[in-house]
Nanobody, 114 residues
């Protein structure tokens, strides 16, 4: 059974930071591209960043120069560093793998509010 479990979300003030984690089981983690997506209320889910099995990264325009995706293959974990958060970053953040048809985590809530 493939499972992706996100953690690290929460409520932060504007300018605050979070680091999201996604721990994966049921796949050969190091062999697959991983990604982070987000979905704000009333909006479609959108790509934030991806990281390939070789460690190459790509970012959505809004995330470029702001967020950092990384992976630790020894821990079967992919991370998303979210510094200097803005209210418009408020969303549920989802972890994704392209193994087979693709699998999603349950999401972790990020709320940026004063």
């Amino acid at each position: 059974q493939v499972q992706l479990v996100e953690s690290g979300g929460g409520l932060v003030q504007p300018g605050g930071s979070l680091r999201l984690s996604c721990t994966v089981s049921g796949i050969i983690f190091s062999a697959f591209t991983m990604g982070w997506y987000r979905q704000a209320p009333g909006k479609q889910r959108e790509l934030v960043a991806i990281i390939t099995s070789g460690g190459n990264t790509k970012y959505a325009d809004f995330a470029k120069g702001r967020f950092t995706i990384s992976r630790d293959n020894a821990k079967n974990t992919v991370y998303l560093q979210l510094p200097s958060l803005k209210p418009e970053d408020t969303a549920v953040y989802y972890c994704y793998t392209d193994r087979g048809i693709g699998y999603w985590g349950q999401g972790t809530q990020v709320t940026v509010s004063s």
